[in-house]
């Protein structure tokens, strides 16, 4: 009779414990295969295919983590409509890698990662300040896996040619050497530009140097309320002064192409801001990491190096602006668990140096971070990778003409910077409505 009794309770324990790990497994899957189930998860992104399957081929062999990924690359401005047009047919990938530039705009698409799943203290303990905008009060659209920081790259020759010793660290200094390092003709048309500030129509990611600007000056733009709604931080009705930081960047920003003004170095008769600088013809190009392989190859023997973006003077706090790279479950997929292990799988430390070293960018985890690659480049990459914060971009295309519009309001002279930075706020507002 003991000996049954004693069967009975072990028989009760284990059962116990059974439907326990079953239900613990089963909260994310969603219905579908279970993560041991040999299910090949599709990834969609915007990378090359080439880092991609070199980074999992190594990271299978290093056993690092076992992953079971097909990968589809799709060019950038084909990503979401291909997306779109995917999920509507029900032929979607399980996850997305995407840049947070797209993650409001298709929220919705998206599966949250519960807090049970990823607790907040957990995420911020992992990955860099600048991928807080992927969490909300219920979890998170994402988990980071790396950054492409917003950084300066400067030219060698042209400092060197007017005895300039080393690239500026402030905007200061920027102002300052504006007016030396420009070279002009007679009736003030440019030969030779110091910097590619004040037109949107050619200055590459100017929505990205003036969001930096505006955070800088201690701006806010878009943030979640305590019912994961956007709001618009610019908007002076919610409290901040985030409207005039706006204003006082679209006025740094757009002296750069006033013809009267000592530190005019730019206008939109001159080819774009990249390839300026490509053509040897810039001194400090304003642009993102992952510019650094395109530079090069188009021009193998220009003298150039990097450093971080410059920042206000006796400024505590440095910043600069970047995009994070996340992936993202989406709601339709048939295996959420499998996909979630998957991901764990890829944004654990020794799979995400893996894929930054496939990519040459920065790896989104802090304890990567904590030690420089030791790499000329690298360490300016992973410098700014912790100073970089993002936003939530309602719509990058729309927003992008915004900002463009603003700039070309204060640089034609229909309105102040201060009024354009005010109409940026309500389209903004309208934007998000």
């Given at each position: ?6 069967q ?7 059962i ?16 579908g ?25 190594s ?5 690092v ?14 990503f ?37 799943i ?14 807080e ?28 040619s ?28 440019i ?24 955070m ?26 985030s ?12 002296q ?34 992952s510019?650094?392989?395109n ?13 971080t973006?410059?920042q206000?003077k006796?400024v ?6 970047g995009?994070?790279?996340?992936f ?11 996909a979630?292990?998957?991901i ?37 990459f992973?410098k ?19 900002f ?9 002279g229909k ?5 354009s ?13």
């Amino acid at each position: 009779m003991k000996t049954s009794v004693t069967q009975i309770i072990i028989l009760g324990i284990f059962i116990l414990f059974l439907i326990t790990g079953v239900i613990i497994f089963a909260k994310f899957s969603g219905g579908g295969s279970s993560a041991t189930d040999a299910v090949q998860i599709q990834v969609w992104g915007t990378i090359p295919d080439t880092a991609f399957s070199a980074a999992i081929e190594s990271i299978n062999s290093q056993k690092v983590a076992v992953v079971n990924i097909a990968y589809r690359q799709i060019l950038p401005n084909d990503f979401e409509q291909t997306l779109i047009e995917a999920l509507a047919d029900g032929t979607g990938p399980d996850v997305v890698l995407i840049p947070n530039t797209l993650l409001l705009k298709n929220q919705k698409k998206f599966t949250i990662i519960g807090s049970d799943i990823l607790s907040a203290r957990d995420f911020k303990d992992s990955f860099v300040e600048g991928a807080e905008t992927l969490l909300t009060s219920k979890g998170t659209y994402g988990v980071p896996l790396f950054v492409d920081p917003l950084v300066m790259y400067w030219n060698r020759d042209i400092l060197t040619s007017h005895n300039v010793a080393r690239p500026p660290t402030t905007w200061e200094e920027v102002l300052a050497l504006a007016d030396v390092l420009t070279e002009r003709r007679d009736d003030r048309s440019i030969l030779k530009s110091a910097v590619a500030l004040g037109d949107a129509s050619n200055v590459l990611y100017s929505k990205d140097i003036l969001l930096a600007l505006t955070m800088q000056a201690g701006g806010h733009f878009i943030a979640r309320d305590e019912n994961d709604l956007p709001i618009n931080l610019l908007d002076s009705t919610t409290g901040n002064d985030s409207e005039n930081a706006l204003g006082t960047s679209m006025s740094f920003f757009t002296q750069f192409a006033d013809p009267l003004k000592s530190v005019y170095s730019w206008n939109r008769s001159l080819p774009d801001s990249q390839s300026a600088f490509i053509n040897g013809d810039l001194a400090f190009y304003f642009g993102h990491a992952s510019d650094a392989i395109n530079i090069r190859s188009k021009n193998p023997n220009l003298n150039f190096d990097v450093a971080t973006l410059p920042q206000p003077k006796d400024v505590q706090n440095k910043l600069t602006t970047g995009i994070m790279y996340s992936f993202s479950i989406l709601a339709t997929s048939q295996y959420k668990s499998a996909a979630y292990a998957n991901i764990a799988a890829l944004t654990s430390a020794g799979a995400a140096a893996v894929f930054s070293q496939a990519l040459g960018l920065p790896p989104a985890r802090r304890d990567l971070l904590a030690t420089l690659p030791g790499s000329v480049f690298g360490d300016v990459f992973w410098k700014s990778t912790l100073w970089a914060k993002t936003w939530i971009d309602p719509d990058p295309k729309q927003t992008n003409a915004i900002f463009a519009s603003a700039v070309d309001d204060v640089v034609t002279g229909k309105s102040k910077a201060t009024d354009s930075a005010k109409l940026a706020s309500q389209k903004i507002s309208e934007l998000l409505r």
